[in-house]
């Protein structure tokens, strides 16, 4: 089992930045492909960003790509988003998940998943 916990969530104006964290425990959290997922009300959940084991390969989803960047700290079992240029529609539930596929960018490809954290971006 690996549990996973979101931080790093809040309000913040069109053009801005936040950072969101998850912290994992439980598992070696270096065996794992690690995953950022969002999902807006009345939308299904989707892909934003992965990580794999080492770090060394990060791959992202169009609409975020050049804004966010995902990175992780083995040392710390922490896995990061940070988040630039926000827009509206980045608003959404922000979600950390583990897995083992490689390159993995559909929900169902995840194993663990944390409790989520609210990102709202005003405009």
């Known amino acids: 089992q690996v549990q996973l916990v979101e931080s790093g969530g809040g309000v913040v104006q069109a053009g801005g930045s936040l950072r969101l964290s998850c912290a994992a425990s439980g598992r070696t959290f270096s065996n794992y492909v690690m995953g950022w997922f969002r999902q807006a009300p009345g939308k299904e959940r989707e892909f934003v960003a992965g990580?794999?084991?080492?770090?060394?390969?990060?791959y992202y989803a169009d609409s975020v790509k050049g804004r966010f960047t995902i990175s992780r700290d083995n040392a710390k079992n922490t896995v990061y988003l940070q988040m630039n240029s926000l827009k509206p529609e980045d608003t959404a539930v922000y979600y950390c998940?583990?897995?083992?596929?490689?390159?993995?960018?559909?929900?169902?490809?995840?194993?663990?998943w944390g409790q989520g954290t609210q990102v709202t971006v005003s405009s």
């Open positions: 998940a583990a897995g083992s596929q490689s390159h993995a960018t559909h929900a169902s490809r995840y194993d663990y």
């Open positions: 990580i794999s084991w080492s770090g060394r390969s990060t």
